[in-house]
């Protein structure tokens, strides 16, 4: 990491000079001061900003150990390495309890100079780097930064704000795709442990043994292929804030260890009869009623009761309505600065159809909805076609294709006339592929975004289907209820050939 300042600090000025030499080799810029007081000095001058001091422990007014204390006073992140030909055991441990970087003995190595310059600049640099990061990020998930303005949402983060700063337990509910993470991170980040660790569990996603591991990690040999001891998140957690997502579907045998964590804050790993106490904020979600699954025996009643401390609902979009046009907004300037458009605007008929869709996919729909639209849109106005929306329940699964011309007319709708035959699901996805290719210029990875599928279904489905010749553009809709993207893909006639 070159081009950083240094302060020497050394009465001998040979060995200022020979600092100088070496660290000037790695492109450093180096000052040097004979006594602790110039050195000070030099820290103080307002043009003067160092990135790290050597100092020796004798000196001729101060100790090195008065140096370390007033530098740390001033800047505690400064890297500070201390120099002596003195060196003691209680000397070198006072040093590094007082902050210092590390602890040189003379003679020392040229070459151990040029490491420790560069393994402590690199730390100063991770740390401030994380310290920007974690600025960012509480500027990402601020309550000030809420897209909307019903009562319903405003209620729950009102809510959210008054618990973030307090230790209590946060039971998040609220359908698929309503915002439960981000509402998870914010309170995280808005709070007193926002320099600490924030973890996500989902517990959907592992079965019952593996997400006890996940949890509580595990000993060295306590079970087949237990190789290593593992870490488990509560443990990662400490001092933070765990998130356990989709808590609904925990089984009850890992509810009842769960129960203990909440009860007693310590656990033990598995294959291990050590306690381990941990300070760490809960904050579960589910979009389960929790209620009817203690009522039917699947989760625990008293577990119910320690996680819903502070509850806090989320709405579905369908029931606020009003915060769609605020959402569009938000989610166009988004896309439009990822993928370097100028803003884009939506004319009064797509508003209307996103005002009309019954977003079953919450939030999370209309932001995928909204993506495939900025990509779409051929000028500075999203139109209704752009959106890829199709009537309520309608998709490529039931082969009832909703397809538009490029003009937006409507080709096929719902084919009324029954006279006229329905596409085939075969055809009706090649069409889809087709259009997709086209409008994305022929790039695979693009059209799979579009198409809300990953790039690797795509090709597969044009490897084993059979080109099918496209008369008429078509469109469909890729909102599946839940709010996930459907896997529609297909071949086009015109690039049929494999890749």
């Given at each position: 990491m070159p081009g950083q300042n240094i302060l020497v600090i050394d009465d001998e000025k040979h060995l200022c000079e020979l600092l100088t030499d070496v660290l000037s080799r790695d492109e450093h810029r180096v000052q040097s001061a004979n006594t602790g007081t110039a050195g000070l000095a030099l820290l103080s001058e307002s043009d003067s900003e160092f990135d790290m001091v050597f100092t020796d422990m004798k000196l001729p007014d101060m100790t090195g150990i008065q140096v370390l204390k007033e530098v740390k006073r001033r800047t505690p992140q400064m890297p500070v390495v201390m120099m002596t030909g003195f060196a003691t055991k209680e000397t070198a441990v006072e040093a590094m309890r007082l902050g210092a970087y590390d602890y040189l003995a003379k003679p020392f190595n040229i070459a151990d100079i040029s490491l420790v310059a560069r393994r402590a600049l690199e730390r100063n640099q991770l740390i401030d780097e994380n310290r920007y990061l974690r600025d960012e990020l509480r500027a990402r998930y601020n309550f000030d930064n809420i897209v909307g303005s019903s009562d319903l949402i405003q209620a729950a983060y009102v809510l959210a704000a008054k618990v973030a700063n307090q230790n209590a337990t946060v039971l998040i509910t609220g359908e698929s795709g309503t915002g439960k993470e981000v509402l998870a991170r914010t309170i995280h980040y808005q709070s007193g442990r926002a320099d600490k660790p924030f973890v996500k569990v989902n517990c959907a996603a592992l079965p019952e043994h593996l997400l006890e591991d996940e949890l509580f990690g595990h000993e060295k040999g306590s079970f087949t292929d237990a190789h290593t001891q593992r870490i488990g998140r509560f443990e990662w957690a400490h001092t933070g804030t765990l998130f356990l997502d989709e808590i609904g579907e925990v089984s009850l045998p890992v509810q009842v260890k769960l129960l203990r964590v909440l009860q007693e804050r310590e656990f033990e790993r598995i294959g291990s009869s050590k306690t381990i106490r941990v300070d760490v904020r809960i904050i579960a979600a589910t979009n389960k009623d929790l209620q009817k699954a203690i009522a039917d025996g699947s989760f625990r009643e008293d577990l119910f009761y320690r996680l819903n401390v502070v509850p806090i609902e989320l709405p579905?979009?369908?029931?606020?309505?009003?915060?769609?046009?605020?959402?569009?907004?938000?989610?166009?300037?988004?896309?439009?600065?990822?993928?370097?458009?100028?803003?884009?605007?939506?004319?009064?008929?797509?508003?209307?159809?996103?005002?009309?869709?019954?977003?079953?996919?919450?939030?999370?729909?209309?932001?995928?909805?909204?993506?495939?639209?900025?990509?779409?849109?051929?000028?500075?106005?999203?139109?209704?076609?752009?959106?890829?929306?199709?009537?309520?329940?309608?998709?490529?699964?039931?082969?009832?294709?909703?397809?538009?011309?490029?003009?937006?007319?409507?080709?096929?709708?719902?084919?009324?006339?029954?006279?006229?035959?329905?596409?085939?699901?075969?055809?009706?996805?090649?069409?889809?592929?087709?259009?997709?290719?086209?409008?994305?210029?022929?790039?695979?990875?693009?059209?799979?975004?579009?198409?809300?599928?990953?790039?690797?279904?795509?090709?597969?489905?044009?490897?084993?289907?059979?080109?099918?010749?496209?008369?008429?553009?078509?469109?469909?809709?890729?909102?599946?209820?839940?709010?996930?993207g459907t896997e529609a893909s297909h071949a086009k006639k015109a690039v049929s050939k494999k890749r």
């Amino acid at each position: 990491m070159p081009g950083q300042n240094i302060l020497v600090i050394d009465d001998e000025k040979h060995l200022c000079e020979l600092l100088t030499d070496v660290l000037s080799r790695d492109e450093h810029r180096v000052q040097s001061a004979n006594t602790g007081t110039a050195g000070l000095a030099l820290l103080s001058e307002s043009d003067s900003e160092f990135d790290m001091v050597f100092t020796d422990m004798k000196l001729p007014d101060m100790t090195g150990i008065q140096v370390l204390k007033e530098v740390k006073r001033r800047t505690p992140q400064m890297p500070v390495v201390m120099m002596t030909g003195f060196a003691t055991k209680e000397t070198a441990v006072e040093a590094m309890r007082l902050g210092a970087y590390d602890y040189l003995a003379k003679p020392f190595n040229i070459a151990d100079i040029s490491l420790v310059a560069r393994r402590a600049l690199e730390r100063n640099q991770l740390i401030d780097e994380n310290r920007y990061l974690r600025d960012e990020l509480r500027a990402r998930y601020n309550f000030d930064n809420i897209v909307g303005s019903s009562d319903l949402i405003q209620a729950a983060y009102v809510l959210a704000a008054k618990v973030a700063n307090q230790n209590a337990t946060v039971l998040i509910t609220g359908e698929s795709g309503t915002g439960k993470e981000v509402l998870a991170r914010t309170i995280h980040y808005q709070s007193g442990r926002a320099d600490k660790p924030f973890v996500k569990v989902n517990c959907a996603a592992l079965p019952e043994h593996l997400l006890e591991d996940e949890l509580f990690g595990h000993e060295k040999g306590s079970f087949t292929d237990a190789h290593t001891q593992r870490i488990g998140r509560f443990e990662w957690a400490h001092t933070g804030t765990l998130f356990l997502d989709e808590i609904g579907e925990v089984s009850l045998p890992v509810q009842v260890k769960l129960l203990r964590v909440l009860q007693e804050r310590e656990f033990e790993r598995i294959g291990s009869s050590k306690t381990i106490r941990v300070d760490v904020r809960i904050i579960a979600a589910t979009n389960k009623d929790l209620q009817k699954a203690i009522a039917d025996g699947s989760f625990r009643e008293d577990l119910f009761y320690r996680l819903n401390v502070v509850p806090i609902e989320l709405p579905p979009l369908r029931e606020r309505r009003a915060d769609i046009p605020l959402l569009v907004e938000h989610f166009i300037k988004k896309y439009c600065e990822e993928t370097g458009r100028s803003l884009l605007s939506v004319d009064d008929g797509a508003m209307q159809m996103l005002q009309d869709h019954p977003w079953r996919g919450n939030i999370r729909e209309l932001e995928n909805c909204i993506e495939r639209a900025v990509i779409l849109a051929e000028d500075d106005v999203i139109q209704a076609r752009h959106l890829l929306l199709a009537p309520e329940g309608l998709n490529v699964q039931n082969a009832q294709a909703w397809a538009v011309s490029p003009q937006g007319t409507p080709v096929a709708g719902l084919h009324k006339d029954k006279a006229e035959p329905l596409p085939t699901l075969r055809e009706a996805e090649a069409r889809l592929i087709a259009q997709a290719i086209e409008r994305a210029g022929g790039d695979e990875a693009v059209a799979a975004k579009m198409l809300d599928i990953d790039v690797e279904t795509l090709l597969a489905k044009r490897q084993v289907i059979e080109p099918v010749a496209v008369k008429e553009p078509i469109t469909a809709s890729f909102a599946d209820g839940q709010g996930q993207g459907t896997e529609a893909s297909h071949a086009k006639k015109a690039v049929s050939k494999k890749r």
